[in-house]
């Protein structure tokens, strides 16, 4: 791929400019963020208009996320915003320009696809996942909660989807690559989240368990180049779970994970906190708690597991407590 393309595909606001060259229709309003003054935010309610997400154009995991409904929203978070943004950048040695973007709020289901791009531009794709995220149980958050491998969707549904995700991938001059394509279903319409150079979280499991597709051999056949080796047939549902305590605070038990090594769909887990450490979350630049991979031929068997799961997982913190101060008379 060129540097171009690959700053395109990096960054979200570079993006949407290449998007909206090519069909606007796969994009949502927005605009980049680029103080937070009264008159930046008059221009972003009538440019973008609420309800609007404010998120950093280039990283990743639904971090710093947030949903503004309001212009107190709108003030808040970009307070918080820039300050935490920095932060996190310097956390993770970031080299690129810290910078956020506002975007249309689309409610819809989400669902991502990896795509391999030959040097010709043509795509192979892996199957649909589909993603449910915190906001959908109920959470004040935006982090991809369950994320689950293959859809029930129907394969004309998915032809529009693949077209779509193509669509995108050739607006960006993305070759010799796989890329990760976010887009939210909207009634019988689909848009584009995002598109990033690169494979998705953790889909060389799910892909290897659900479809028996080697996704880091493909992304290296394709990159040689040599044509990418996808099965038409899955034999099986995967599944990979993120879980982030329920409030934020010092975690003090974890119960229920022990139990969860007994499912037939369990497969690994990944453990990122313990007891005593601080949970926080995704919107606030705070990371899972741990993550799951399970596996079942069936998919009600899986679903059956997951119910379990959440229902036997329980994440107690201590918030933290205002300190009141003492006056002295």
């Not at 009264?38 to 973008?48: F, G, M, T, W």
């Not at 212009?71 to 910078?99: H, W």
């Not at 915190?134 to 998915?158: C, H, M, W």
Request: glycine share 4%; proline share 4%; hydrophobic share 35%.
């Amino acid at each position: 791929p060129s540097t171009e393309s690959l700053r395109w595909a990096s960054d979200k606001y570079e993006m949407r400019k290449r998007l909206n060259v090519f069909n606007k229709k796969m994009n949502p309003r927005y605009a980049r963020v680029v103080a937070n003054t009264k008159a930046e935010r008059a221009r972003l309610i009538e440019k973008v208009g609420f309800p609007m997400i404010i998120k950093p154009t280039n990283m990743v995991g639904s971090l710093l996320v947030n949903i503004c409904y309001h212009e107190e929203d709108l003030e808040r978070i970009l307070r918080a915003g820039f300050r935490k943004l920095k932060t996190a950048y310097a956390k993770d040695e970031r080299l690129e320009e810290p910078k956020l973007i506002a975007e249309e709020y689309i409610e819809g289901d989400l669902y991502s696809i990896d795509s391999y791009v030959n040097s010709r531009g043509q795509v192979y794709h892996c199957p649909l996942v589909r993603q449910k995220t915190a906001r959908e149980i109920g959470r004040d958050d935006f982090y991809n909660y369950l994320q689950i491998t293959p859809t029930a969707l129907k394969t004309s549904t998915v032809a529009r989807a693949e077209a779509v995700t193509e669509e995108a991938i050739h607006a960006l001059g993305l070759r010799n690559v796989t890329a990760h394509t976010e887009l939210m279903k909207v009634d019988d319409e689909w848009k584009v989240v995002e598109v990033g150079p690169r494979p998705g979280g953790l889909r060389d499991n799910l892909y290897r368990l659900s479809c028996d597709i080697e996704h880091t051999v493909n992304d290296i056949l394709i990159r040689i180049p040599r044509k990418p080796v996808v099965p038409k047939r899955c034999q099986g549902f995967s599944a990979y779970l993120k879980f982030f305590a329920e409030k934020e605070g010092l975690i003090q038990e974890m119960k229920g994970i022990k139990k969860i090594e007994e499912l037939e769909s369990f497969r690994t887990i990944t453990i990122n906190k313990r007891v005593g450490d601080r949970a926080l979350f995704a919107k606030n630049g705070g990371r899972a708690v741990f993550t799951l991979v399970l596996y079942n031929s069936e998919r009600s068997k899986l679903l059956a597991d997951i119910r379990r799961i959440e229902k036997t997982v329980d994440i107690k913190v201590k918030s933290r407590v205002a300190r009141t101060k003492k006056t002295a008379t």
